[in-house]
Structures are given as structure tokens and as C-alpha cells.
């Protein structure tokens, strides 16, 4: 992410690393999220906007869902948007367990210039329940997965740039 980028921020434990490690970085974001997780993580922050969506509150992940959060997404223009999934599939793309709040990532992938999906290694490889987009409809993979699983092959062969971080170190493998 960049200074002064709007960035939509999904919901899942993924992300909200993510909105942690964008804490104290001085990015002056407007962030847009339909995680109450993330809004609250990033309350606090100086220089940044917090829009929270509309919609239900689904138990547990605490995320926003339903038509009032799909809708939200139609009013605004976004740089970037860092999206969590269940599952990546080289044939079947991306995927969740939930159908409101798979709508919720489709209709917010569709607001942003460039999509990224935060993935850990157990999420490739995966296919769940309800589909969310095809892997040709993202802009890069960033992940703590083996840079030569045919999930990422399968990815960068559709066109997406695909970023492996190893776990507990500075190293990062890009290709």
C-alpha cells in the first residue's frame, strides 16, 4: 500500500494482520472495510479515515454483510483492495464459506483498480463453498506458501504477480 491510497480492507484474520502492520507506517489511507475488526484496529490511527459499511453483523467474524454492504461499495472509487478468501484453486479461483459475505468480497473487488489477495499456505490448493472470482479477475498473491505450489504456477500463469514471504523472516521470493 501506498501514502494516500483509498484501500478497501476485507474482513478474516488475514486482513486484520494486515491493518496491523499498516499501523504506525504513517500512510494517511482512507480505508473502507466492512470488518468492525479492522475498523476498530485502525480507529486510532492519525491521518487516516475509517468508512465502516453498512449491513448485518455476522456473528464471530464480526463482518458486515448483506445488501447494504454490497451497496456501499457503489459510491466509491478505490486504489486498492486487499481481499481474504477461504480458498485458491488454479481452475476454480477464489472462494469462502459464507454466500452473503462472498457477495460482499465480489462486489468490492469490483470498486478497487487492483486486487490483492492475503492468503496463508493452508488457504492454497483449497476450494469452498461458495465461489468468489477467477483468478484472472485479481492483481497479485502475496502468501507465506512455497513459491512452486500449483496454485501460485497456476496464478502467474493466469497473469497474476504472486509475493511469497517466509514466515518469521525478512525474506520475500517474488516471481
Known amino acids: 500500500l501506498t501514502p494516500r491510497e483509498t484501500v478497501i480492507l476485507d474482513s478474516g484474520s488475514t486482513v486484520l494482520a494486515v491493518a496491523r502492520a499498516v499501523k504506525g507506517r504513517d500512510l494517511g489511507l482512507t480505508v473502507i472495510t466492512p470488518s468492525v475488526l479492522v475498523a476498530i484496529e485502525l480507529a486510532d490511527e492519525p491521518d487516516t479515515t475509517i468508512l465502516l459499511t453498512g449491513g448485518k453483523v455476522r456473528p464471530g467474524e464480526l463482518s458486515l454483510i448483506g445488501a447494504e454492504a454490497e451497496d456501499f461499495y457503489l459510491r466509491y472509487n478505490c486504489d486498492t483492495y486487499v481481499m481474504g478468501v477461504a480458498g485458491i484453486d488454479g481452475d476454480r479461483g477464489l472462494s469462502g464459506y459464507h454466500q452473503a459475505e462472498s457477495r460482499v468480497k465480489h462486489a468490492a473487488s469490483k470498486r478497487a483498480d487492483r486486487v490483492i489477495v492475503a492468503a496463508d499456505k493452508s488457504k492454497l490448493g483449497r476450494v469452498t463453498f461458495v465461489s468468489i472470482a477467477a483468478l484472472t479477475e485479481i ?26 514471504v517466509a514466515q518469521n523472516t525478512d525474506r520475500v521470493e517474488s516471481r
Open 139 to 164: 492483481d497479485l498473491i502475496v502468501t507465506d506458501g512455497p513459491v512452486d505450489h500449483p496454485t501460485l504456477v497456476a496464478a502467474r500463469g493466469a497473469g497474476v504477480d504472486v509475493v511469497c
